[in-house]
C-alpha cells in the first residue's frame, strides 16, 4: 500500500534557499516544498526532524556525495 503523506509549503518565495532554520518540528511527517537551492545542513535537519521528503529546485552534486558517503560518478 502506498504511503501518504501531507504537502506542506515551507517558503512562498521560489527564489529563496530553504534554510535549515524554517524547518520545524510540525513539518515531521510532511513532504515541504518550496526554495532555489538544498544546503547538506536542511537536509540533516530534515532527517533530525522526520521530514519525509523535501522538494526544491535544485542542490548540489557534492551535497549528494556528503549525505550518501561516496561519489556517484555523474557526468
Do not use: C, F, W
Not at 21 to 38: D, F, T
Request: proline share 8%; no cysteine.
Amino acid at each position: 500500500m502506498p504511503q501518504v503523506s501531507p504537502i506542506e509549503l515551507a517558503l512562498n518565495d521560489p527564489a529563496k534557499d530553504l534554510d535549515p532554520g524554517m524547518l520545524k518540528p510540525e513539518h515531521a511527517g510532511k513532504v515541504m516544498v518550496g526554495g532555489a537551492y538544498l544546503s547538506i545542513e536542511s537536509i540533516r535537519r530534515d532527517q533530525r526532524l522526520g521530514v519525509k521528503a523535501p522538494v526544491t529546485r535544485g542542490l548540489d552534486d557534492a551535497v549528494l556525495e556528503q549525505l550518501l558517503g561516496y561519489d556517484l560518478g555523474v557526468g
